[in-house]
């Protein structure tokens, strides 16, 4: 090429190129605001076929809320809206943040969530209420932040799990001894809001012979859950039970007792899962432990679901919607719905329970 002609071309392209970084730098910012949530509203469902409900777990790899996927696999497979499931690898406070604003992203219509902090998510709640999803807390709530979110589908009376715990391991170990609770995080809400009623419990005098000597904590993490409660064997050699409100606490600590050969002496109770805990029960390792159905509690949040997205069910107490399995659930304070009554599993009716 002609030198000239060649400098000419260059000087031309000079103000071209700038146009054309300018335009790219706009698409680029007009996409990552986008990719923020901050454009647009959410279209609204026209029917129960139209609705994109999401559910995010605490963490993988828990059976537990596995069996909550079942019951919203089986609303949707009923109704026909669209189900899919998500969680982060580990239940930090915080670690949920990405996978809300991965799916208001999507554009689904209702983020069902099982908290991992009663807080941590308040801003991402709102984000996503502000451009027209429904924000449902299953199994546990925000406690103290209810007002972040539409409405909540808890597996019992929370209000009572934690003085059901006390009682049912009183009644094991004859209302007398020392006992220790295995938890799952220090964050977790649901977990310390039971430990709050077990502390209430204990104020009763039917309990005055019960002494809780430490909290530890094993993060859901069943290695580490399973090191907090061997370590509570070696540490209180005179331990008469332990409590674990969490399916992978529950599971650990039998395991411990069982590897020990404590059982029947350190007696293992809690919440937990009957597909993971008969073995323990049938063996003698645990005598007696507690739960509700996750399945239904799944399955009645997708019915909850679909009808706030519709619109055909306000979130206000004395509210009603109705199920084709368990029929109709009434609101309750902060539009919360209860899914069912608690289980006392035992050798004698676990193999009742495939869940």
Request: include cysteine; charged fraction near 20%.
């Amino acid at each position: 090429m002609n030198p000239l002609l060649d400098r000419g071309f260059r000087q031309t392209q000079r103000p071209m190129m700038k146009q054309n970084l300018f335009a790219f730098l706009t698409a680029g910012a007009v996409f990552f605001w986008a990719g923020c949530g901050e454009m647009g509203q959410i279209e609204p469902p026209e029917s129960a076929e139209d609705v994109r409900i999401v559910y995010i777990a605490k963490n993988v790899g828990n059976p537990y809320f596995e069996a909550i996927h079942a019951g919203f696999e089986q609303a949707a497979r009923e109704l026909g809206f669209e189900f899919t499931t998500t969680a982060p690898a580990t239940p930090d406070a915080t670690s949920q943040i990405p996978y809300i604003r991965e799916q208001l992203q999507r554009g689904v219509h209702v983020i069902t969530i099982t908290p991992n902090s009663t807080d941590a998510l308040n801003r991402q709640f709102q984000q996503a209420r502000d451009r027209g999803a429904v924000v449902l807390s299953v199994n546990s709530d925000i406690t103290g932040s209810e007002a972040y979110r539409d409405g909540a589908v808890l597996p019992m009376d929370f209000d009572i799990t934690g003085e059901s715990q006390i009682e049912l391991l009183g009644s094991l170990i004859d209302y007398e001894g020392r006992f220790a609770i295995l938890s799952a995080t220090t964050d977790a809400p649901d977990q310390n809001y039971w430990i709050q009623g077990m502390r209430r419990a204990l104020e009763d005098p039917k309990y005055a012979d019960m002494e809780l000597v430490t909290i530890v904590y094993g993060d859901d993490e069943p290695e580490k859950s399973l090191r907090e409660a061997e370590g509570l064997l070696t540490r209180f050699p005179d331990l008469r039970g332990i409590i674990a409100p969490t399916t992978v606490g529950l599971d650990a600590a039998a395991r411990a007792v069982e590897n020990a050969g404590r059982a029947p002496q350190v007696q293992v109770t809690g919440l937990g899962l009957p597909s993971q805990m008969r073995r323990y029960v049938q063996n003698g390792t645990v005598e007696a432990f507690a739960l509700w159905s996750p399945y239904r509690v799944g399955y009645v949040s997708g019915y909850k679901a679909v009808a706030m997205a519709l619109g055909e069910l306000e979130a206000a107490e004395g509210a009603a919607f109705s199920t084709e399995e368990f029929g109709e659930f009434e609101l309750r304070g902060n539009a919360t719905t209860i899914a069912g009554p608690p289980l006392v599993f035992t050798l004698e009716n676990i193999g009742d329970y495939a869940f």
